[in-house]
């Protein structure tokens, strides 16, 4: 139907056992242009990029590159004909170097002849120079964080010089300002005549970036390959979700004369932090900011008992205490945590979903001699399941097969079905749609409401801005004081960004300040 | 002082390190350790016993288990005496033939794997039955003593002073492995496969491909490792390789080899078969009372371990992560 | 008779019962049974050995020699199968008493070991006067006869005033035989005068080791007709060897267990020796072997089956 | 409140089929692929062999199996941690040695005895699964050098004698038979298997021991105290092959040190087999207790079975591999064909 489409997909059916991922959706590209690809957390996007890449076979369609329809039976045939990809996982080779995984395609010609490990290096740190990257090309992978994986896979896909990039949620790991960078090649790409595909859950991204799009919804189009102009956020969110965006924004409330739940007083830990103070009350949201690297995680660490506090007091309801480790923090003080790496602490991704969604509570729904059905686990999390719109066919399916925002989505609800007193929150929307997005805002509040002392940990400014009651700013290890919210983005943002440009070393006056200010 | 650091940051410190300690130790308690003739026969039990390691590190390597290693190795082992003893064939034939076996029998495993999609572990031990009583069928447990001189002479003349000949074929296959594991993009994908099979399947690695490879080298080596042992023993045992399965495991691991995959050594294992081969020899040397020997060779594994894991919390906390 | 159908079953594969096979078919033809079969568990193990005499029960077996993988151990299977009316005997090693094995016909292990390191000890004091001291190689500790070995060759060591320096056990697999004994020889050669070894595969890799070193300053005894202990032997490397008769203990067996079969009874009287295990003990027969006799020792041992076979009914059997 | 919930669960109406979908993924299972190969093996067998259905031999493949599922059971708990335990066999042995030595030695009550003799097993569980969890060293090595320890300890305290002046009751329960041709070892077993069922289903330390196994880190997070539940886990281990070994004891009618082998080793390929046919991860997280029960009959019954079609005395092994290699080829089969069916 479009004569200069280099790539297309047509009638793609994909099923799963008891799941139907794609019903029969299409999908056309041009050269020469950024298109975005959006849709709710399981609508299809990362599987119609599998699809695209050889990694699934479609159990119906077709794909057509430069007007010929073509059959990948493997991800090797689809790099062959020019198709590079970025998944939405991250699949390096463990232990192997950056700049190995960034060249490993390139290995394939002959199998016998020894690889030029200095060729190799020289090459890739080309490609990091250009990503503004600043990490040895030998260094190992596993030594990496997320982002910095991130980005590595990006510039593997780069250095194949594809015909037609596709890119599954790049920038969900990524600063603004590495964001930047690359969007910047990734339009001089389009320039070039590369053939994008972008998708992302930012939808002013998506504005800034793209030209094209197409709109997934339960597996089916909402709409195929059109130009972009002329649509705005609204029009998209339309699109993805059948009616417009909904969700409250920040309101005004007042905690200060409920008791104090969590308490950290100059703390200091084996990890390096010093100086810490930190104190939120029974139904307060307070916002933990600060840069990628900032030593939050790590913070709650600290207070989850996995790591000593070497100095300094930490109160539960006003008591100093001394978590020993993580189950006494969970079962006995009623903390918990709802961690970022989903994958490695966050879900027990070959189990279930229900058997996720209940491991914090089984202590407590068991009876005596520890037993335990699996009609009471559900019974105490599926509200929380239906709640946060889980998507699963079953309560059994593994949790490894739901797409990647579904598995927030549990990781978030196992907590809420524990009923803890404080919960801590560490990047909670990271590959959230935009409605579950609203909806966990929604809840999150609500927790609070019903008198939840809350820790949110986001690198997310309008997000810790649209929820914080109070916002904590941390850089280097050390808090930088509080700042009341008031729920206006650009005098907020500007406090925050102050507060950690702040170089003096405020450390102990500004953790005792801090605590100060809220009793 | 960075290339300290490097150094013991590298996979073979500390199995190096447990290494001299434990010479140092039985050295200092019983001087005629480091003798000439005790060199040799820790050389020999190293030809032989390093095989076996690496059969067994290259399935590691891509994340599977090989526990056919020793019924493979006790096949090619007969098939190479009977060969001499039976069709008479000269020994380089022969020992071909052995290899061949092995060979065959290796990526028989890898092809069974990859088409039944089942883990390597239920065809292995399958084949492990399957190998092994064709063994036993061909020889009714009788061994094969054809084995001529020049083929004994092979497995006891030196190179020069302690080293014998055995280990020349061991010590050429070791550097290969390591040149393949480190250098060669055939290598860099089996340990791809090990380290992630989805990743590598992504970037274009053939999984049966590499898979079979894998299990080839591995059958390979078995048979050499089998071969050997019968220009050593000078004669065919049908019980050749029973033994393998345990050893081929714990040298590897002891040389921290990762089980899940991904991560071998062959420095590490080769060390590892130096620290199992020290502690048989001392256990030996030091007239243990025979019904202790087991709780001491145990115990001794165990030391052997710890203190690798020590010295790498230790160093490494010391050191920094740079 | 002909309705005998006689399994003869070892403790697993191992060279030493290779001549059960022909003795059996020997047996069947010789006296007319149904058939005198020679059937091998999979592997060395207890259980693999019972599993396999359930199953030939099943199979209409009626008639059991049996080399107990365990001599306590596989009592029990034995006093199942007798007890569907199957007579049980053992061969080549005993069962511990109390068993329902008619008697055993088999190698005095103790006794094996005891003359095998007399034997050593005599070719040691040839060579000349002064302190000897010899090493012991065995098989496995949880191999109950091994301690009746390392006993016998103490005790034989003890009586000639010779010193037992080393016992080494555990290496019944051929490379930690050859491991083990070369680590040993390396450090120690010159600590002793002889070997003994009282196992298989220990012997082989001790009589090849010796010949690697070169050299006949220390003397050795081995056990068992291995070829390649015989050729030491031959080679002047090896003093001697100490031979059982397997052949022997497979057809006696058939027959005497086709007798009772018959309705043939164990005579009250009968003159049996005892060994460690058994009261009911029939010597099958051990043979000292040294360069002198090392090509006729198959005529050695076809002469004491005859021999043990000519009295066998007047002697321990009650035929009416 | 299930029906509402369920309609917000899944949106889509071609993933409503629960009750198809719950059967469909039982005849994919692994369950019930090996009760498929166990009736048309036995099918087989008894065709082509007399006596396969005699009662003896019933009676015999049921205490054979009982004792080989125990094994692999014990096995299963530790792999459940991602873990192997190759101390099981020097375990086991070293029990029912202790059980001997406690009636023949100590001269105390069988009840006690063997009371004792479990709590041995137990104790040297908790040994391995503590070692493991302190040193941070993986359960293969520590358990290699412990296997070693362990049997070497029982043989130098035995001095490799065996017990064999046991009450009645031991050789009764390894000759007795229910119905003519149940062993009651059997019954043992299964009664046993149902209770780790029921452990791993209905209790919170099952689930946690398999949190743990899949996903330590994440299990941790959760509030589910890893290190103790590894040990608990290799307590259990302990607890079975000490189970495993009295009723092998029971078998034989005495405690001897060759039981299992050198060093317990007999008992490895039996302890890996029944697990991993049973759909058992080796990498932990996920175990079936029924798959282990019939992965281990299954496997007895091959052996069973051809012994007595009589394949060619040395060549029994390579039949076996075969018929093996079968068996999994054939579900592996079962299962693609269902797959292709049931998605077209
Ligand atoms: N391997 C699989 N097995 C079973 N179901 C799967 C599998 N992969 C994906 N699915 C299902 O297919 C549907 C589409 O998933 P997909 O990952 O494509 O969503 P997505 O649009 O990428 O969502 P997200 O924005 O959360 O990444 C989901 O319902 C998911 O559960
Ligand atoms: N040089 C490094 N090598 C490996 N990992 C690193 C390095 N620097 C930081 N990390 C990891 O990156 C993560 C970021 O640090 P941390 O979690 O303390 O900061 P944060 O404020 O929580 O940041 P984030 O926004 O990533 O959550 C940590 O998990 C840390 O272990
Ligand atoms: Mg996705
Ligand atoms: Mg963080």
Not at chain 1, 201 to 215: G, I
Not at chain 2, 95 to 123: E, K, Q
Not at chain 3, 110 to 120: D, F, H, I, N, V
Request: net charge neutral; with cysteine; charged share 15%.
């Amino acid at each position: 139907m479009n004569g200069e489409a280099i790539f297309e997909a047509r009638d793609i059916v994909k099923t799963f056992p008891g799941v139907k991922a794609l019903g029969g959706v299409g999908l056309s590209l041009m050269p020469g242009s950024i298109h975005a690809l959006l849709g709710e957390n399981g609508a299809g996007k990362s599987t119609l990029i599998k699809v695209v890449t050889g990694v699934h076979r479609p159990t119906s369609g077709e794909l057509r590159l430069d007007g010929r329809s073509v059959d990948f039976g493997n991800p090797r045939d689809a790099i062959a004909a020019g198709i590079g990809v970025v998944h939405q996982e991250r699949n390096l080779i463990p232990r192997f170097s950056v700049a190995e995984n960034i060249h490993f395609e390139s290995f394939g010609a002959n199998r016998f002849k020894p690889i030029d490990y200095r060729r190799l290096n020289e090459s890739a740190a080309e490609w990091l120079r250009m990503l503004d990257l600043d990490i040895d090309p030998a260094m190992s992978v596993t030594e990496l964080s997320t982002a910095r994986m991130q980005l590595v896979e990006i510039a593997k896909a780069l250095s194949q010089k594809s015909r037609v990039l596709l890119l599954d949620e790049p920038t969900a790991s990524l600063t603004s300002g590495e964001t930047d960078t690359l969007f910047e090649i990734l339009r001089r790409l389009r320039d070039n005549g590369t053939s994008l595909v972008f998708v992302s859950h930012k939808l002013e991204e998506v504005e800034a970036l793209c030209d094209r799009v197409t709109v997934l919804r339960d597996g089916q189009n909402a709409c195929e390959s059109q130009s972009a102009e002329g649509l705005t956020r609204k029009d998209y969110v339309r699109l993805m979700i059948g009616r417009a965006e909904s969700g409250s924004g920040w309101r005004k409330r007042d905690t200060r004369a409920a008791p104090q739940v969590l308490g950290l007083d100059d703390v200091a830990s084996g990890l390096g932090h010093s100086g810490v103070g930190l104190s939120v009350r029974a139904g307060e949201i307070v916002g933990l900011y600060g840069l990628v690297g900032a030593g939050r995680t790590e913070l709650a660490r600290v207070i989850l008992g996995q790591e000593p506090v070497t100095q300094g007091t930490v109160r539960i309801d006003g008591e100093a205490v001394r978590v020993a480790d993580v189950s006494e923090a969970i079962h006995r003080y009623r903390l918990g945590y709802v961690s970022e790496d989903r994958k490695g602490e966050g879900l027990i991704l070959q189990h279930s979903v229900l058997a996720n969604a209940g491991v914090p509570i089984w202590r407590k729904l068991a009876g005596r001699f520890g037993f335990l059905s699996d009609a009471t686990v559900r019974a105490a999390v599926l509200p929380y399941l239906t709640r946060l719109e889980v998507k699963t066919p079953s309560l059994d399916q593994t949790t490894a097969n739901l797409s990647g925002g579904n598995q927030q989505k549990i990781s978030v609800a196992k907590w809420l079905a524990a009923g803890v007193r404080l919960l801590i929150v560490d990047e909670p929307t990271v590959g959230i749609d935009i409605k579950t997005k609203a909806y966990l805002h929604d809840l999150l509040r609500e927790l609070a409401d019903g008198g939840t002392a809350i820790l949110l940990i986001s690198s997310d400014m309008p997000e810790i801005v649209a929820l914080a009651d109070r916002i904590v700013v941390m850089d280097a290890f050390r808090t930088k004081g509080s700042i009341e919210n008031d729920g206006d983005y650009t005098t907020m943002s500007e406090k925050i960004m102050t507060r950690i440009q702040d170089r003096t070393p405020s450390g102990t006056s500004s953790g005792i300040g801090e605590t100060a200010r809220c009793a | 002082m960075p290339s300290l650091t490097r150094f013991v940051r590298t996979d073979w410190f500390g199995p190096l390190l447990a290494c001299i300690v434990a010479i140092a130790i039985i050295q200092s308690v019983s001087p005629t350790f480091l003798s000439l003739a005790n060199i040799q026969v820790l050389l020999l039990a190293l030809a032989v016993n390093a095989l076996i390691a690496f059969s067994q590190m290259i399935i590691i390597a891509i994340g599977q288990m090989n526990l056919s290693v020793g019924a493979i190795g006790g096949l090619a082992a007969i098939a190479f005496a009977g060969a001499m003893e039976v069709w008479g064939l000269p020994a380089p034939l022969a020992a071909l033939f052995g290899l061949i076996i092995g060979l065959a029998c290796g990526a028989l495993n890898g092809l069974l794997v990859r088409i039944s999609g089942m883990s390597a572990f239920v065809i292995t031990l399958a084949t492990l039955s399957i190998y092994k009583g064709v063994n036993l069928g061909i020889t009714e447990a009788q061994a094969f003593y054809g084995v001529p001189q020049a083929v004994k002479a092979f497995g006891s003349a030196v190179i020069a002073g302690p080293v014998p000949w055995l280990v020349a074929p061991t010590a050429l296959v070791a550097v290969w492995l390591w040149f393949m594991l480190r250098r060669q993009p055939v290598g860099r994908f089996i340990l791809a496969v090990g380290g992630n099979e989805h990743a590598a399947e992504l970037s274009g690695v053939s999984i049966a491909r590499t898979v079979v490879t894998a299990h080839a080298i591995s059958g390979l080596l078995a048979a050499l490792a089998g071969i050997l042992l019968v220009a050593r023993l000078g004669v065919g045992q049908p019980s050749i390789g029973d033994d393998w399965l345990i050893l081929s495991f714990a040298a590897p691991v002891i040389g921290g080899a990762v089980l899940s995959g991904g991560s071998v050594s062959v420095a590490a294992t080769l060390l590892g078969v130096v620290i199992v081969a020290i502690i048989t020899q001392a256990l030996v040397l030091f007239s243990i009372d025979p019904y202790l020997t087991q709780v001491i060779l145990g115990g001794l594994i165990l030391a052997a371990v710890s203190f690798n894991r020590l010295r790498e919390s230790r160093f490494i906390g010391r050191f920094g992560r740079a | 008779a002909d309705d005998s159908r006689i399994a003869l079953v070892p403790g697993g594969p191992h060279p030493y019962f290779g001549a059960w096979a022909q003795a059996g078919e020997d047996a069947a033809r010789d006296f007319g049974l149904a058939g005198a079969d020679y059937r091998v568990p999979q592997k060395w193990e207890l259980s693999q050995q019972n599993q396999l005499l359930e199953s030939l029960l099943s199979q209409g077996y009626n008639a059991f020699l049996i080399f107990p993988g365990d001599p306590v151990g596989s009592v029990s299977t034995a006093e199942e199968l007798s007890g569907f009316g199957a007579p049980v005997m053992a061969g080549g090693g005993c069962f511990k008493d109390p068993s329902p094995a008619a008697l055993c016909l088999g190698t005095d292990t103790g006794a094996s070991a005891y003359e095998g390191t007399r034997k050593l000890i005599e070719a040691m004091k040839a060579k000349g006067d002064g302190p000897k001291r010899i090493a012991h190689f065995t098989g496995f500790l949880s191999d109950p006869n091994t301690q009746l070995r390392i006993d016998a060759v103490n005790r034989a060591a003890e009586e000639e005033g010779v010193e037992v320096v080393q016992t080494i056990a555990d290496i019944d697999a051929p490379e930690a035989a050859e491991e083990k004994i070369n680590a040993y020889l390396a450090a120690h050669s010159g600590d002793i005068d002889g070997i003994v070894t009282t196992a298989w595969v220990p012997a082989v890799a001790a009589a090849e080791a010796l010949r690697q070193m070169g050299g006949d300053r220390i003397d050795m005894v081995g056990i068992d007709h291995d070829e390649a202990v015989l050729k030491a032997i031959k080679d002047g490397i090896v003093d001697g060897t100490m031979i059982q008769n397997p052949y022997g203990q497979a057809y006696i067996g058939a027959y005497v267990l086709d007798r009772l079969r018959s309705g043939c009874t164990i005579k009250a009287d009968a003159p049996f020796k005892s060994n460690a295990l058994t009261d009911r003990f029939v010597d099958s027969g051990t043979a000292y072997v040294d360069a002198s006799n090392a090509d006729s020792y198959i005529e050695t041992m076809r002469g004491e089956t005859k021999a043990i076979m000519d009295g066998f009914e007047a002697t321990y059997l009650d035929c009416q | 409140m299930t029906d509402s919930a369920s309609s917000a669960m899944d949106t889509r109406p071609a993933s409503r089929l629960s009750s198809r979908s719950s059967l469909r993924l039982f005849l994919l299972s692994n369950e019930f692929g090996l009760l498929v190969l166990i009736i048309v093996f036995a099918a087989l067998f008894h065709g082509l062999a007399n006596g396969f259905l005699s009662p003896f031999n019933l009676f015999a493949l049921g205490r054979n199996a009982a004792v080989n599922i125990l094994i692999g059971l014990s096995m299963m708990t530790v792999l459940a941690t991602g873990g192997l335990n190759l101390a099981i066999g020097a375990m086991g042995v070293a029990a029912a040695m202790a059980c001997g030595w406690l009636i023949e030695g100590a001269g105390l009550a069988w009840p006690l005895a063997v009371l004792g003799g479990l709590a041995l097993g137990a104790g040297l569980g908790v040994t391995n699964g503590w070692m493991v969890v302190k040193t941070g060293l993986h359960s293969f090595i520590i358990t290699l050098a412990t296997m070693s320890i362990f049997f070497g300890a029982m043989i130098f305290l035995s001095q490799g004698e065996s017990y064999r002046a046991l009450p009645a009751v031991f050789s009764d329960l390894g000759r007795a038979r229910v119905f003519t041709f149940v062993s009651p070892m059997f019954l043992i077993a299964v009664g046993t298997a149902l209770v780790l069922s029921v452990l791993y289903r209905y209790t919170v330390q099952g689930r946690e021991m398999l949190a743990a196994g899949a996903r330590p880190e994440a299990a941790e997070m959760s509030g589910v105290r890893v290190e103790r539940t590894v040990i608990a886990c290799h307590m259990l281990s302990g607890l079975l092959a000490a189970l495993a070994a009295l009723l092998l004891t029971a078998r034989n009618g005495a405690a001897i040190p060759s039981m299992a082998g050198q060093l317990g080793q007999d008992w490895l390929l039996p302890a890996f087999l029944g697990p991993v046919l049973g759909g058992t991860l080796l990498q932990g997280g996920k175990v079936s207790v029924l798959g282990t029960c019939l992965g281990a009959f299954l496997v007895t019954m091959l052996t069973s079975g051809l012994l007595l079609m009589q394949v060619g005395a040395f060549w029994v092994q390579s039949f076996l591999g075969i018929l093996l290699l079968l068996a999994v080829m054939i579900d592996k089969g079962r299962r693609s064909y269902l797959r292709r069916r049931n998605l077209a």
